[in-house]
Nanobody, 122 residues
Framework: QVQLVESGGGLVQAGGSLRLSCAAS????????MGWFRQAPGKEREFVAG????????YTADSVKGRFTISRDSAKNTVYLQMNSLKPEDTAVYYC???????????????WGQGTQVTVSS
């Protein structure tokens, strides 16, 4: 079965950086769209960034544009999220997911990781 495993979360102070990794296994993802979502307590899950597995085209939410960068290593089936200039409002559980087409809607994704906690202190 397809599995996604996130790593790299942790506790940082405002202004700091983290790099999240998402390792995919159990299938081929060359034609997939891989996305990062986050969910804070009391809020709905929101799209953060995504990347086409094949072409490498990227999509970034306005809330993180200029601070977060998504990238991929196709040979390793791994997607990264480099997070710079972190703010307390970035605190959330971050999830990676796979969809068959470009979408920012959680319902469009078929596979999800279990999430990794990112906490940004003031």
């Amino acid at each position: 079965q397809v599995q996604l495993v996130e790593s790299g979360g942790g506790l940082v102070q405002a202004g700091g950086s983290l790099r999240l990794s998402c390792a995919a296994s159990g299938g081929t993802f060359r034609s997939s769209f891989m996305g990062w979502f986050r969910q804070a307590p009391g809020k709905e899950r929101e799209f953060v960034a995504g990347i086409r597995s094949s072409a490498g085209s990227t999509y970034t939410a306005d809330s993180v544009k200029g601070r977060f960068t998504i990238s991929r290593d196709s040979a390793k089936n791994t997607v990264y999220l480099q997070m710079n200039s972190l703010k307390p409002e970035d605190t959330a559980v971050y999830y990676c997911a796979i969809a068959p087409a470009v979408t920012t809607t959680p319902g469009g994704y078929d596979y999800w990781g279990q999430g990794t906690q990112v906490t940004v202190s003031s």
